[in-house]
Nanobody
């Protein structure tokens, strides 16, 4: 059974940083594309960034240059370093694990709140 556990969310002021972590179990982590998504109140869930099994990274335009996604296959963990946070980054952040023909699994989410 796939389990994804996010951590690292919290309340920060604009301009500050946070690092989110998502640790996976029940999968061969290195084979999976890992992504971070976010959903603000009243809005649809959107892609923030993802990293493939080959370490190719893709970012949403809104976070390019501020956020960095990385992975540690030995720890089965994907990270999202978020710098220069802004109030518009406030959302619940979700981790996603995906592999072709295996479908996708989601974590339970972690709240990030940025005050102005």
């Amino acid at each position: 059974q796939v389990q994804l556990v996010e951590s690292g969310g919290g309340l920060v002021q604009a301009g500050e940083s946070l690092r989110l972590s998502c640790t996976a179990s029940g999968i061969i982590f290195s084979f999976y594309t890992m992504g971070w998504y976010r959903q603000a109140l009243g809005k649809q869930r959107e892609l923030v960034a993802y990293i493939t099994s080959g370490d190719i990274t893709i970012y949403a335009d809104s976070v390019k240059g501020r956020f960095t996604i990385s992975r540690d296959n030995g720890k089965q963990t994907v990270y999202l370093q978020m710098n220069s946070l802004q109030p518009e980054d406030t959302a619940v952040y979700y981790c996603k694990a995906e592999r072709a023909a295996r479908g996708a699994s989601w974590g339970q989410g972690t709240q990030v709140t940025v005050s102005s």
